[in-house]
């Protein structure tokens, strides 16, 4: 409701500029005229106007701030997960540095829940996301280095480097 009445603020607030400077007749600067000037002048359109075109607005921006942040409490739990995990890789951890890779877990922790602050999951059901991730690629890696599956163990490096190189909360 609040992002509502904030396009319908500034989109009222710029057609009032169009008018004062674009539609202004003479004598525009005037003292203000009464209720029956103003409608005749076109006062209620103008806000008519604004509010019709505040709600689409309104409308998509919630939307897409909605989705940015489903999408970043989603990655960011994800790369939580990848980084917390990685000295279960065996000696793949060690092409990491272990102090960068435990800085980008508090900021991977961080943001998730930052991310799930602005959206309606508690902070208790993000913290169970990272731990139910951690736990997953706790499990992954660990099966991945006992079958000495090489492949799969470069496949997971690489995605952990790209976790640690792309912003979190991207919109």
């Known amino acids: 409701m609040a992002k509502a009445v904030q396009w319908l603020l500034c989109t009222y607030l710029a057609l009032k500029f169009v008018q004062f400077f674009f539609v202004a007749r003479p004598g525009f600067g005037r003292p203000e005229p009464g209720f029956g000037q103003k409608l005749l002048r076109g006062e209620p359109v103008v806000f008519l106007v604004a509010c019709v075109s505040s709600v689409p607005a309104a409308i998509w921006s919630t939307q897409y701030f909605q989705n940015g942040f489903e999408r970043g409490l989603e990655r960011s739990v994800d790369c939580y997960g990848r980084a917390s995990a990685v000295e ?49 690629y706790t499990q992954r890696y660990s099966t991945l280095r006992r079958r000495g599956d090489e492949r799969g163990i470069r496949a997971q490096t690489t995605a952990i480097r790209r976790c640690m190189s792309e912003p979190l909360i991207n919109f």
């Open 88 to 136: 279960h890789l065996g000696a793949a951890a060690r092409r990491f540095d272990s102090l960068r890779v435990f800085k980008f877990s508090k900021l991977a922790k961080r943001s998730a829940l930052n991310a799930a602050q602005a959206l309606t999951p508690a902070r208790a059901d993000a913290e169970k996301l990272m731990a139910d991730r951690l736990s997953f």
